[in-house]
């Protein structure tokens, strides 16, 4: 690089270092080539963390509900699961819906009773009336741990 830029300036012998193709003094562009410090400015370094904490930030938003609508897709999963098990012991067992949760996995409609560390499921026997007699008995509800519904 120094042969470059050696071959464009010219040594005059009165007057100094100039540049070949203009004249012009060549002292301020060689101290922008040979820095004798060997760091970053504060500006430079300034500028840099700026970026990396908007891109931090971006990264964070973005990321940030994923877990959210994670919990809540398998809250809704486990709740549509246990739904689907209620209806299917009420088509094979005369219309009657099961005693609790545990019936289901006892009877095989279940492999567990769904749990997660996020969500519960409950199942209410008696449904919406407060009476085992209607075709809205066997209620199931899923909610996050915050209360949400799923």
């Known amino acids: ?20 193709l203009r004249g012009k003094d060549v002292s301020q562009l060689v101290r922008g080539f040979r820095r ?15 970026i990396l904490g908007v891109l931090a930030g971006i990264v964070v938003f973005a990321v940030g509900g994923i ?13 549509k699961t246990t739904e689907v098990a209620v ?3 009420r088509a ?3 219309g009657h819906v099961p005693g609790s949760l545990d019936v289901l996995v006892t009877a095989g409609y279940l492999k567990e009773v769904p749990t997660g560390t996020k969500y519960t499921i409950s199942y209410d026997q ?13 209620v199931v509800t899923g909610k996050l741990t915050d209360g949400t519904a799923c």
Do not use: W
């Not at 004798?36 to 700026?50: K, P, Q, R």
């Open 87 to 89: 209806e299917t012991y």
């Open 36 to 50: 004798n410090d060997s760091g970053f400015t504060l500006t430079e370094l300034l500028i840099v963390i700026v």
């Open 92 to 94: 094979n067992n005369s």
């Open 126 to 138: 008696k449904g919406p009336d407060n009476t085992i007699d209607t075709a809205d008995d066997g």
């Open 1 to 20: 690089m120094i042969e470059a830029f050696a071959k464009i300036v010219q040594v005059h012998p009165l007057r100094g270092t100039r540049h070949s």
């Open 67 to 79: 877990t959210d609508r994670g919990e809540m897709s398998a809250c809704k999963a486990a709740t």
